[in-house]
Nanobody, 119 residues
Framework: QVQLVESGGGLVQPGGSLRLSCAAS????????MGWYRQPPGKQREFIAR???????NYADSMKGRFTISRDNTKNTVYLQMNSLKPEDTAVYYC?????????????WGRGTQVTVSS
């Protein structure tokens, strides 16, 4: 099993920045990809970005430019730097990973962290 714990959410003014973190823990696992999704109020969960082995990144087109994903393999932690935040960025942000556990690739989600962009 892999547990994901997000942190770094909160209330920020429009134009501000936040950095989200997500740490993976467990036993006998190897991370393949780590990524971020978000779910705005009343809407479906949407993909933001993922980072794969070798630090290869993939972004949703609408997220390019203001959001940057990075990863610390030594800490099994993924980060999401969010700049120039807008009220429409308000959402619950979820961490996701695909990890190799007991020879099988499994998908795990964190519980989410709330980001609210408001003046």
């Amino acid at each position: 099993q892999v547990q994901l714990v997000e942190s770094g959410g909160g209330l920020v003014q429009p134009g501000g920045s936040l950095r989200l973190s997500c740490a993976a823990s467990g036993s006998s696992f190897s991370i393949n990809t780590m990524g971020w999704y978000r779910q705005p109020p009343g809407k479906q969960r949407e993909f933001i970005a993922r980072i794969m082995r070798g630090s290869i990144t993939n972004y949703a087109d609408s997220m390019k430019g203001r959001f940057t994903i990075s990863r610390d393999n030594t800490k099994n932690t993924v980060y999401l730097q969010m700049n120039s935040l807008k009220p429409e960025d308000t959402a619950v942000y979820y961490c996701h990973t695909e990890a190799l556990v007991s020879g099988t690739v499994r998908s795990y989600w964190g519980r989410g962290t709330q980001v609210t962009v408001s003046s």
